[in-house]
């Protein structure tokens, strides 16, 4: 009886040390998106900026162009020692929620050449609001090329 008794013992502590712990399923990781530079709806310039899927540019949006005139922006960095950049201003007239898409790089043609070794890439956005003020927002970007 008492080897009966020492057989079925050794059993269930095989099955409850070895077996039943390799059914417990842990959480999944956490991984973070990737390619979200900053999403502000804070504040009075309500944008979305983003990398681009390939991490050659960077896209970005405004959720909503209330209480706004117009919004510049300033898009900045250095490569290889040189200064680079785009601008220009968006206003209610030329569809302020569209998506737009700026590169690390130059295109002509269809014909796109991007920059390698950035440095200090910054947008700035700057709200001219429709009581007068002016707010400005500015965007520090990591560059991975």
């Known amino acids: 009886m008492v080897k009966r008794l020492s057989f079925v013992f050794i059993i269930l502590f095989f099955i409850a040390v070895i077996i039943a712990p390799q059914q417990v399923k842990a959480a999944k990781k956490f991984v973070p998106k990737k390619g979200i530079v900053k999403k502000v709806v804070s504040g009075s310039i309500p944008a979305v900026v983003r990398y681009r899927g390939d991490r050659l540019g960077i896209l970005f949006s405004f959720l909503n162009f209330n209480g706004m005139e117009s919004v510049s922006y300033a898009f900045t960095y250095t490569t290889s020692g040189n200064p680079q950049g785009a601008g220009g201003t968006i206003t209610a007239a030329n569809d302020p929620t569209k998506q737009r898409e700026l590169l690390f ?30 707010v400005s927002k500015s965007y520090r970007i990591k560059t991975y090329q």
């Open 105 to 134: 790089g130059t295109c002509s043609t269809s014909v796109c050449t991007y920059h390698y070794n950035l440095a200090n890439a910054r947008l700035v956005l700057t709200a001219k609001m429709t009581n007068g003020k002016t």
